[in-house]
C-alpha cells in the first residue's frame, strides 16, 4: 500500500507557471506507474500525464503537450508535475495517482486502472 500527500498549486495568472509535487510513503514507490488527473467543475476526471516505474517512459494529454512535464525520483519517492503557460482552462483539482496495473504507460489514462491517490490540490489559473 501506499499513501500520497501532495503539495503545490494555488492561483496564477495565464501564461504562468506552477509545479505540482506528490510524495509517497513506502518502500515500494517504483513498483507503480504514476500518473496526475484533474477535474473541473462539472467534468470527468481526466488523466493529464504519466510516468513509468522508472521514468524512462511519458504519457501527455494533447491539452498539455508540449506545456507540461511530469517526472519522478525513485529515490526520494516522489513524482512532480511542471506546468508552464498555463491557460485557464488548466483550472482544476489535481489529483496524483498510483497504478500497479501496468507499466505501460500508455494503457493507464482512465482513472479504474490506478489504486491509489492523492488528496488533490485546486489550480486556478485567472485570464
Known amino acids: 500500500q501506499v499513501q500520497l500527500v501532495q503539495s503545490g498549486g494555488g492561483l496564477v495568472q495565464a501564461g504562468g507557471s506552477l509545479r505540482l509535487s506528490c510524495a509517497a510513503s513506502g518502500r515500494t514507490f517504483s513498483s507503480y506507474s504514476m500518473g496526475w488527473f484533474r477535474q473541473a467543475p462539472g467534468k470527468e476526471r481526466e488523466i493529464v500525464a504519466g510516468?513509468?516505474?522508472?521514468?524512462?517512459?511519458?504519457y501527455y494529454a494533447d491539452s498539455v503537450k508540449a506545456r507540461f512535464t511530469i517526472s519522478r525520483d525513485n529515490a526520494k519517492n516522489t513524482v512532480d508535475l511542471q506546468m508552464n503557460s498555463l491557460k485557464p482552462e488548466d483550472t482544476a483539482v489535481y489529483y496524483c495517482?498510483?497504478?500497479?496495473?501496468?507499466?505501460?504507460?500508455?494503457?493507464?489514462?482512465?482513472?479504474?486502472?490506478?489504486?491509489?491517490w492523492g488528496q488533490g490540490t485546486q489550480v486556478t489559473v485567472s485570464s
Open positions: 510516468v513509468s516505474r522508472s521514468g524512462d517512459s511519458t
Open positions: 495517482a498510483a497504478s500497479l496495473y501496468s507499466n505501460f504507460i500508455n494503457l493507464l489514462t482512465t482513472r479504474e486502472k490506478y489504486n491509489y
